[in-house]
T-cell receptor, first 115, second 113 residues
Framework: GAVVSQHPSWVICKSGTSVKIECRSL??????MFWYRQFPKQSLMLMAT?????????EQGVEKDKFLINHASLTLSTLTVTSAHPEDSSFYIC???????????FGQGTRLTVV | GENVEQHPSTLSVQEGDSAVIKCTYS??????FPWYKQELGKRPQLIID?????GEKKDQRIAVTLNKTAKHFSLHITETQPEDSAVYFC????????????FGKGTMLLVSP
């Protein structure tokens, strides 16, 4: 299958700082990228959907000014957690899909801990 | 929008037994139904999928069935092994391209030796 690389795998940051997470499709053009948040022992909660060159569509309850998503190219999307707080600590995972594919390929996830 | 319900939330079986996980969906336009397996701390991995023009698909010990009329689909794992222990997610997709995959809440499968 196609490869989606997410970086970093884990990050610890101080309260009030911002953290950027990258999601890259390595061998296909990802017209759509999805960002999820996953709490322990829970399902994948869709945060936002981004289409290349367009503004991201955020799910209800997700603050777009706090979770900045950029999908500037067909191979890269970024999620920036701004002014992070301890309650933002979670597992963030992206997935990507090309225009011709129905399957979504997942990045390896990023474990964010805010202290 | 699409709503996907998944049951059970946890499932414990003995090694060698079969396991069945069921999902229902709400959007009759959904036409693609993947199943993902997520091991602890790892990314979800696609294990099998089915499209709306097929009623059943099998790959070795795993199979998926789809009932479009009733809008439900199921994952069947036979001869379970301890390494099958993981969280399994079903999902549904309406259309393609910019459409969104909607996931079920997941089933934690525990296979005891």
């Amino acid at each position: 299958g196609a490869v989606v690389s997410q970086h970093p795998s884990w990050v610890i940051c101080k309260s009030g700082t911002s953290v950027k997470i990258e999601c890259r499709s390595l061998d296909f053009q990802a017209t759509t990228m999805f960002w999820y948040r996953q709490f322990p022992k829970q399902s994948l909660m869709l945060m936002a959907t981004s289409n290349e060159g367009s503004k991201a569509t955020y799910e209800q309850g997700v603050e777009k000014d706090k979770f900045l998503i950029n999908h500037a190219s067909l191979t890269l999307s970024t999620l920036t957690v701004t002014s992070a707080h301890p309650e933002d600590s979670s597992f963030y995972i992206c997935s990507a899909r090309g225009i011709m594919n129905t399957e979504a390929f997942f990045g390896q996830g990023t474990r964010l801990t805010v202290v | 929008g699409e709503n996907v319900e998944q049951h059970p939330s946890t499932l414990s079986v003995q090694e060698g037994d079969s396991a069945v996980i069921k999902c229902t969906y709400s959007d009759s336009a959904s036409n693609y139904f993947p199943w993902y397996k997520q091991e602890l701390g790892k990314r979800p991995q696609l294990i099998i999928d089915i499209r709306s023009n097929v009623g059943e698909k099998k790959d070795q010990r795993i199979a998926v069935t789809l009932n479009k009329t009733a809008k439900h689909f199921s994952l069947h794992i036979t001869e379970t092994q301890p390494e099958d222990s993981a969280v399994y997610f079903c999902a549904a997709l309406a259309g393609s391209g910019y459409s969104t995959l909607t996931f079920g809440k997941g089933t934690m499968l525990l296979v005891s030796p």
